[in-house]
T-cell receptor, first 113, second 114 residues
Framework: DQQVKQNSPSLSVQEGRISILNCDYT??????FLWYKKYPAEGPTFLIS?????DKNEDGRFTVFLNKSAKHLSLHIVPSQPGDSAVYFC????????????FGTGTRLQVTL | EAGVAQSPRYKIIEKRQSVAFWCNPI?????LYWYQQILGQGPKLLIQ????????DSQLPKDRFSAERLKGVDSTLKIQPAKLEDSAVYLC????????????FGPGTRLLVL
């Protein structure tokens, strides 16, 4: 049972344009969401997070939007840069279970020149 | 600040053999996690430690997998005997405590079982 879904395995975007990565979840108990970025042969690196009491969180070029009614979140990268090319994982944490994270399957972003 | 250290980085073994992975978390981090990431999937939590105690091992295949964190610092994950389906990247992560939302990951150990 995949509780966190990233339906796009890959995405290609031109440098300077906006990248939009999507994530859907099914568990209503999730109350905290994170995005991790992973380069080949490295571990995932924390990128940005959002609590369920917010609908938007921004950090430089990265913005995460949360639509609780649709159980959907998205990561926007503006402008996209070649160094953003990586696999992006969405993760979610249920209320009251400390820090147990459930990860999606990842989206590979390629930013082209 | 040093990150999460893991060794070895790569391991190739034959099925039915045993293997062990080592993890040293970020200094001062009380919570340590072991994840399994199979190709094409997201990381899946195997076990979570708070200091030297187990918080969650509900997804650990206990018939063949074991883990310990005896002194509440570094940790070892063992597989005995290994199966073909254990081929994956094993990621160790740590966080300040069990309520901390951000986990910091090591580079992982890539295991291939032949």
């Amino acid at each position: 049972d995949q509780q966190v879904k990233q339906n796009s395995p890959s995405l290609s975007v031109q440098e300077g344009r906006i990248s939009i990565l999507n994530c859907d979840y099914t568990n209503s108990m999730f109350d905290y969401f994170l995005w991790y970025k992973k380069y080949p042969a490295e571990g995932p690196t924390f990128l940005i997070s959002i609590s369920s009491i917010k609908d938007k969180n921004e950090d430089g070029r990265f913005t995460v939007f949360l639509n609780k009614s649709a159980k959907h979140l998205s990561l926007h990268i503006v402008p996209s840069q070649p160094g953003d090319s990586a696999v992006y994982f969405c993760a979610a944490r249920p209320t009251g279970t400390a820090s147990k994270l459930t990860f999606g399957t990842g989206t590979r972003l390629q930013v082209t020149l | 600040e040093a990150g999460v250290a893991q060794s070895p980085r790569y391991k190739i073994i034959e099925k039915r053999q045993s293997v062990a992975f080592w993890c040293n978390p970020i200094s001062g981090h009380a919570t340590l996690y072991w994840y399994q990431q199979i190709l094409g999937q997201g990381p899946k939590l195997l076990i979570q430690f708070q200091n030297n105690g187990v918080v969650d091992d509900s997804q650990l295949p206990k018939d063949r997998f074991s883990a310990e964190r005896l002194k509440g610092v570094d940790s070892t994950l063992k597989i005995q005997p290994a199966k073909l389906e254990d081929s994956a990247v094993y990621l160790c992560a740590s966080s300040l405590d069990r309520l901390a939302s951000t986990q910091y990951f090591g580079p992982g150990t890539r295991l291939l079982v032949l």
